[in-house]
């Protein structure tokens, strides 16, 4: 069976986040942006699975958590240098995909009265 839509973006995201955080490590020999990478990222990818299966609000409110997070700290990292990759995208991909998973985190919110 195949994942729901809204957990899709999950995965694609999580996968260009560890994907990122290796590229860090292999091009600049950064540590930090490989563990960084690789945490967010399968925080992400398991919000994925969690969203495929019957926990869609914890999947979702995880995720809104994980991309506050990766936001606000490549935001301000983003204010301070001034460099847009890939500060400044990650804190715009971040951005959005926590509006998102926030709001799909309402829609799925237990005693919720539809």
Avoid: C
């Avoid at 560890?18 to 540590?31: E, P, R, T, V």
């Avoid at 930090?32 to 926990?55: Q, R």
């Avoid at 951005?95 to 005693?111: D, H, I, M, R």
């Amino acid at each position: 069976m195949a994942p729901p839509g809204s957990a899709h973006m999950n995965f694609s995201l999580g996968g260009l986040v560890a994907l990122g955080g290796a590229m860090g490590y292999f091009k600049k020999g950064s540590k930090p942006s490989l563990i960084a990478g690789l945490t967010f990222g399968g925080l992400l990818i398991g919000s994925g699975v969690m969203i495929s299966g019957d926990s869609q609000y914890e999947g979702h409110a995880l995720a809104a958590g994980t991309s506050s997070v990766m936001a606000l700290g490549m935001g301000f990292r983003f204010m301070k240098t001034g460099k847009f990759m890939p500060a400044g995208l990650v804190a715009a991909l971040g951005a959005g995909a926590a509006a998102y998973n926030l709001n799909k985190a309402l829609e799925w919110a237990p005693g919720k009265d539809d």
